[in-house]
């Protein structure tokens, strides 16, 4: 069987498939000594060179490896920049075999999730726009989008390189003349999201990219951070791209070879985390995110006082119903629960991975006077009772 050139050059982690493409018209590959062109199919037995060196083609055995990173404004999406700007690359691990393939692109002054991963077809899977995966975004703009402009952007806009609508579109709440809007849209062209704001009068300020795919912004993930999906979270992953697992595997097994390098390591250099120092685009009512056809999850939240947490339910590859959230914050969709007031969780005490992160999830506790955090396992929540008077006549 024959397989097309630029797939055999992605999966064996050269680069993505456009990547491949580029360095086919290049004229920096060649086939059985001879210069390779678009389109062109191999066989196994085939040899193919990339500047002359062999390409060693091999079986893939194990799961690839995918990371996500919170992207600080101020960076490109490139291995090197003639002008000498930061890279997201600079920040990344060296990956042992391959290397890191990035899943999309934010531009410079854009902020939050990029996916990348060491399997080419993975990537191509989710960039293509043939394959229907979705991006979510926080936007900034100054002053309020008119009705007329939010129907506009939902049924589409005329760009220069043709036409574009938002999938979903929705008000986030906002401080001053400030406004915060969620816009979900299924294809990443250059400065899509900017252009689209634009053509209705309207300048992005800032633009964060919470959502790809099944995947959120971890809200603890900070910016110029990154974290290393694990196995369960990869299998998720590979299913919801229509692709299966390479096999054999150990089930539950890190496949990342590199052991416990799974997060960046801890620095000096703090940058306050959008979600805490922004405006609360992010759970502060119905998040935007909604089930689809594209496989995208529901994260339905609502916040909930210091202490008594919110409620939430998770559908797709974060299940699970909650009650209760970390003391302050409100509950967030099928994540965690169970610290601040009521708790109802299966997961006791367990570490859980779901892809997008890993938290700790606390033990129910009885509704009532508890304390906030649970009460430790085999212990009786402290209860002293109501307070006495100390005095005759004092009231309370």
């Known amino acids: 069987d024959t397989v097309k ?128 995966v979705e991006r979510e975004y926080a936007v900034r703009i100054l002053g309020d989008l008119s009705q007329e402009n939010m129907t506009q952007l939902k049924s589409g806009i005329t760009l220069d390189d043709g036409q574009a609508k938002f999938l979903r579109l929705s008000m986030g709440g906002g401080e001053g003349a400030n406004r915060w809007y969620h816009v979900a849209l299924t294809e990443g062209r250059n400065r899509e999201v900017r252009r689209m704001f634009e053509a209705v009068g309207h300048t992005v300020s800032r633009l964060i990219r919470t959502r790809y795919g099944i995947f959120l912004l971890p809200p603890r993930l900070r910016r110029g951070k990154w974290e290393e999906i694990e196995a369960g979270g990869i299998y998720n992953l590979m299913k919801f791209a229509g692709l299966k697992m390479p096999q054999p595997q150990d089930k539950g097994r890190n496949p990342n070879p590199q052991g416990r390098d799974r997060r960046s390591p801890a620095g000096e250099d703090f940058q306050p985390d959008p979600m805490q120092t922004s405006v609360s685009y992010w759970g502060s009512r119905d998040a935007l995110t909604q089930a689809s056809g594209h496989g995208a999850l529901t994260h339905q939240s609502r916040g909930g006082k210091p202490g008594g947490g919110g409620q939430g339910e998770g559908r797709g590859p974060f299940r699970g119903r909650t009650q209760g959230g970390r003391p302050g914050a409100g509950g967030q969709g099928g994540q965690g629960g169970g610290q601040g007031g009521q708790g109802q969780n299966r997961n006791k005490g367990k570490k859980v991975h779901h892809g997008q992160s890993a938290f700790v999830t606390a033990s129910p506790q009885s509704p009532g006077n508890g304390p906030k955090r649970g009460a430790p396992k085999g212990r009786k929540p402290f209860n002293k009772g109501p307070r006495k008077p100390r005095n005759p006549g004092e009231s309370f």
């Open 5 to 132: 050139l630029h797939k055999v050059l992605a999966d064996v982690g050269m680069g993505s498939r456009r990547d491949m493409e580029d360095l086919i018209i290049q004229g920096r590959v060649s086939v059985n000594g001879l210069p390779a062109h678009i389109g062109q199919r191999i066989g196994p037995t085939d040899q193919v060179r990339i500047n002359g060196k062999p390409v060693h083609r091999k079986i893939q055995t194990k799961p690839p490896r995918v990371i996500m990173y919170h992207k600080p404004a101020g960076e490109i999406v490139s291995q090197s920049d003639p002008e000498g700007r930061p890279t997201v690359f600079d920040r990344l691990p060296k990956p042992r075999q391959g290397r890191w393939i990035a899943v999309g692109r934010l531009d410079f002054n854009t902020e939050g999730l990029l996916l990348f991963t060491t399997s080419g077809e993975l990537a191509n899977r989710l960039m293509h726009p043939r394959y229907g």
